[in-house]
């Protein structure tokens, strides 16, 4: 089975690369779910826990995507690749699937918008006080090394928008069920205000979508491009 890896890195060193990545993420996941939370944190304690930030389902996203890179290498480095040419295959179409639509796109997303409200004023949606209770450095894992070819852009964009609107929706039932808004910056916009921000934080993830394609379509365009019974594998 033909392998298409960036010159001077090898199979073994991706796998390396991967492991090392996902462990940060599973210890970063594991430090945020064992916090002691106290009675002063606005929300992890009520309905909807952990789940209803786009933060934490970002984390646990980043960490499973990780983790289907792991099983990618190991599959490609210690099965025989005649007998498990489909399977292989169904694996790095799921890797790269899970970071181009989902992964890449999200990512980049809610660090930007994060960073840029809490650099305008964090207290629309990371209060001052949860310092005392979250750690600042359980802020900062956020990381990309990898190239992966991209699905048809119709499909990714379907798929990123279904995202969104599943997102959304949980939000408003949040509200609905518990009357607390997930972000403090929601409880301070008017109706409209709030159609219009909700609007533009969902269209929004398109563009970062294209932008990601464009940038890998400029950086990889010189690079071999395997045909359908080959692998992608790089890093």
Not at 46 to 64: A, D, E, H, P, S
Not at 102 to 119: E, I
Not at 171 to 179: K, P, Q
Not at 190 to 219: D, N, Q, T, W
């Amino acid at each position: 089975m033909a392998q298409t890896v960036r010159p001077g890195v090898n199979l073994k060193l991706c796998l390396l690369v991967h492991i090392t990545v996902f462990a940060w993420y599973v210890f970063i996941l594991y430090s945020n779910c064992s916090l002691d939370i106290s009675g002063r944190h606005p929300g992890a304690r009520t309905y909807g826990g952990r789940w209803k930030y786009l933060t934490f389902i970002n984390l646990v996203m980043q960490t499973g995507f990780f983790a289907v890179c792991v099983i990618t290498d190991v599959a490609h480095l210690v099965v025989p690749s005649r007998s498990t040419r489909g399977t292989v295959l169904f694996l790095v179409s799921a890797r790269d699937g899970l970071f181009t639509v989902l992964a890449a796109p999200v990512g980049t997303f809610v660090c930007a918008s994060f960073w840029s409200l809490y650099a305008y004023d964090r207290e629309l949606v990371y209060p001052k006080l949860i310092d005392h209770i979250i750690p600042v450095w359980l802020n900062h894992a956020l990381m990309y090394l990898q190239h992966h070819r991209h699905p048809s852009r119709p499909k990714a964009i379907l798929s990123l928008a279904l995202f969104a609107s599943l997102y959304l929706a949980w939000v408003l039932w949040v509200r609905h069920i518990s009357g607390i808004w997930v972000y403090p910056i929601m409880a301070r916009l008017s109706p409209l205000g709030l159609v219009l921000f909700l609007a533009i934080a969902s269209v929004s993830m398109v563009p970062i979508y294209l932008l990601g394609e464009k940038l890998s379509h400029a950086v990889w365009s010189t690079a071999v491009i395997p045909d359908q019974s080959t692998t992608h594998l790089q890093v």
